[in-house]
């Protein structure tokens, strides 16, 4: 069957995605046995598209290049479960930017679109952080597919390893480096240079935001394990219940003291048990060279899974990125018409 695909959010994830679709398109079709239209392409700042007959991506792609809006496009109007059904869209990719708060406007348009039986991709960890259980069931109930694998890790498949490529091990833990930004500042700070500095140089090449807090006190990472909680372990974390300590306090001193005991210090995120007590965290300290986290550099992330039947399973890769990310939306795309 043909994907229709809406796409809401064309910013830099959303435009990979159309430029990963039209680039791959002939290996896509003849690989992967995988065709698609895009049918419609939401973004607030941008305008709306839409044609049933499917849009032509490298029109968007060279307007948006150029105007960054879609107006000589011939935008329409219409409420977004509107031009969904006028467009017979059968499933969406959201990525429209992360609200923590209230998961919104993802969360509302993921609902829009299961309600009506209509498969979704998202890369947006507000809607899965405030709402995960009320969205699993309401695709269930409509008999549509709900995947995130660019939740955690980008395009990494740790999702898709934990619910497919380990099947029938019990997890008896995790520990991981889940925020890229702080690994690449850790990274410079393990150099010599201060937080200050370090931070700049993530902003100065966009892993971090003009507003840092995100990354650098814990938080993003501290969602990515309440969403691993929910995946592995089918239990509720509060994220505000996530014993958390961020980086901005982290010394020249530490760095250097970690050396001398042959560590290094990483920003680490995990469950682990005791005496069957969940506990879960975030924090940084020293990880002894040894230890396969010690190694990941720069902005990539890594996990090691800790199973009954595997052992330690330690997966490295792309923690964000454009592309990357927007690689796991094609692949859930691809699963989900598969």
């Given at each position: ?51 049933p007959e499917g849009i032509d ?103 898709d390893m934990i619910k497919n ?170 699963r989900i018409m598969g």
């Amino acid at each position: 069957m043909e994907a229709r695909i809406a796409l809401v959010g064309c910013g830099n994830v959303g435009t990979a995605l159309l430029e990963l679709l039209k680039r791959k398109e002939e290996y896509l079709k003849s690989r992967c046995g995988f065709e698609y239209k895009v049918v419609l392409v939401s973004d607030l700042m941008k305008g709306t598209l839409m044609d049933p007959e499917g849009i032509d991506i490298e029109k968007v792609l060279t307007e948006n290049s150029k105007r960054r809006s879609f107006s000589a496009l011939g935008e329409v109007a219409g409420t977004l479960g509107e031009l969904m059904e006028a467009a017979r869209v059968n499933v969406l990719a959201e990525c429209t930017p992360t609200n923590l708060n209230d998961g919104e406007p993802g969360l509302s348009h993921i609902r829009d679109a299961l309600s009506r039986g209509i498969s979704v991709t998202t890369t947006n960890k507000g809607p899965l952080a405030v709402a995960f259980d009320d969205l699993v069931a309401l695709a269930k109930r409509n008999g549509a597919e709900f995947l995130y694998e660019g939740v955690v890790m980008s395009g990494t498949p740790l999702i898709d390893m934990i619910k497919n490529g380990i099947v029938g091990c019990s997890v008896l833990g995790f520990e991981g480096i889940l925020n890229g930004t702080t690994n690449f500042m850790l990274g410079k700070m393990a150099n010599g240079e201060s937080y200050a500095e370090a931070l700049a140089d993530a902003q100065s090449l966009g892993y971090a935001e003009t507003d840092p807090t995100g990354d650098v006190d814990g938080w993003d990472a501290a969602v990515k394990v309440a969403i691993l909680g929910k995946i592995i372990y089918g239990k509720t974390i509060n994220v505000n219940d996530i014993a958390r300590t961020g980086i901005r306090e982290l010394m020249p001193k530490q760095m250097d003291r970690a050396k001398e005991h042959g560590c290094v210090v990483k920003l680490v995120a995990g469950i682990n048990f005791d005496s069957a007590k969940m506990n879960a965290y975030v924090m940084p300290r020293e990880v002894p060279c040894e230890d396969p986290l010690a190694n990941v550099g720069g902005a990539a992330n890594a996990i090691t899974v800790k199973t009954d039947n595997l052992g330690d399973i330690t997966l490295t890769g792309p923690g964000a990125g454009r592309r990357e990310t927007a690689q796991a939306l094609l692949s859930d795309i691809i699963r989900i018409m598969g």
